[in-house]
């Protein structure tokens, strides 16, 4: 078990390094996310956890995640806060750019919010997202649009997702969601409607199970009153799994030039014979990783238990991963 946990922290480490500051020249392709707090990650504080970040766990070797997601953030406070300006000089042609906004775009309940972080979906917030679209494409980099996530707000009867609009105009993400999606078709980009995937996903597997997706189940965070934060908008790590992979099965399955930064599969250990009673797991292990090898890279993926090996000896761009 010991050479487990060793061996899982090293992949660890590796995978937080592709999302350093400092790219030599000629290494791999780098996705740049700009977003709100649905993408941060509050600075790895648990339990948060960025969905964008979490696809760097499933990338070739030599690409990375360069997170500038910021917790607040609309369109145009990302702009006013320089966080815009710093992102775009550290694009590299071959770079993919991810813009996912509106959950802060579409708040103007207080004169705060409506001269920092309100933009209207058919007017102002296209035009920031425009001058994004020319400003990638200037860098010889590829812009990818994307719908804002969903929050977990069930109806009554715990069925149906609710997008609550504004009272005077009926904006809510939905209204981001048409801004993208008209966008995409406009400047010709490529579109990945995270809105929809997500809603799909919540309503199918339903409310009690959507709820384990966000800060709303693990009861840590709490409110003025001592209670715990009812936070259904804010993914923790079974979340930022979720949607991750939703993102890439969605880019690979549509064939996006995107999806040429992820490997191609997981390899779980108990697909090659491994019992938790600690039988077969050696062999397993390196079924697991040749198997990988010949796919051209992969993950492989150990389940939650308990599991006894002898020594595991990795391969090139193929990666190791614990479940919690």
Not at 295 to 308: E, L, T, Y
């Amino acid at each position: 078990m010991k050479k487990i946990i060793t061996v899982a922290l090293l992949c660890s480490f590796a995978a937080v390094a592709a999302w350093g500051k400092d790219r030599p020249a000629g290494s791999g392709a780098t996705l740049f996310f700009a977003g709100d707090s649905t993408l941060d990650d509050n600075g790895f504080r648990h339990p948060y956890r960025s969905w964008g970040r979490e696809t760097a766990f499933y990338m070739k070797a030599g690409n990375g995640v360069e997170n500038f997601a910021r917790s607040g953030a609309s369109t145009k406070s990302f702009v006013a806060d320089g966080h815009w300006k710093k992102l775009i000089a550290k694009v590299r042609p071959g770079d993919f750019v991810l813009i996912q906004f509106g959950h802060n775009d579409q708040k103007r309940s207080t004169k705060f919010y409506v001269e920092k972080r309100w933009a209207d979906p058919k007017g102002l917030f296209r035009d920031i997202v425009r001058g994004w679209v020319a400003e990638i494409r200037a860098k010889g980099a590829s812009p990818i649009l994307a719908s804002p996530i969903r929050r977990g707000t069930f109806d009554k009867a715990g069925k149906r997702l609710v997008d609550a609009t504004h009272a005077s105009d009926g904006v809510c993400l939905g209204s981001y969601r048409e801004a993208m999606e008209e966008l995409s078709r406009e400047l010709k980009c490529d579109y990945v409607d995270m809105n929809t995937l997500t809603r799909d996903l919540m309503e199918r597997v339903g409310k009690a199970e959507t709820e384990k997706f966000f800060v709303i189940s693990t009861g840590i965070l709490k409110d003025k009153d001592g209670e715990p934060r009812r936070d259904i908008t804010h993914p923790i790590k079974a979340g930022a799994e979720a949607f991750a992979k939703l993102f890439i099965e969605n880019v690979k399955a549509r064939g996006l030039p995107v999806a040429a930064l992820f490997r191609d599969a997981d390899f779980p250990i108990t697909d090659f014979g491994a019992k938790p009673d600690g039988s077969k797991c050696t062999e397993a292990f390196a079924k697991a990783f040749a198997a990988a090898e010949r796919a051209g890279g992969g993950r492989v993926v150990v389940p939650a238990g308990k599991w006894f090996s002898g020594a595991i000896h990795l391969k090139s761009n193929c990666g190791l991963h614990l479940s919690e």
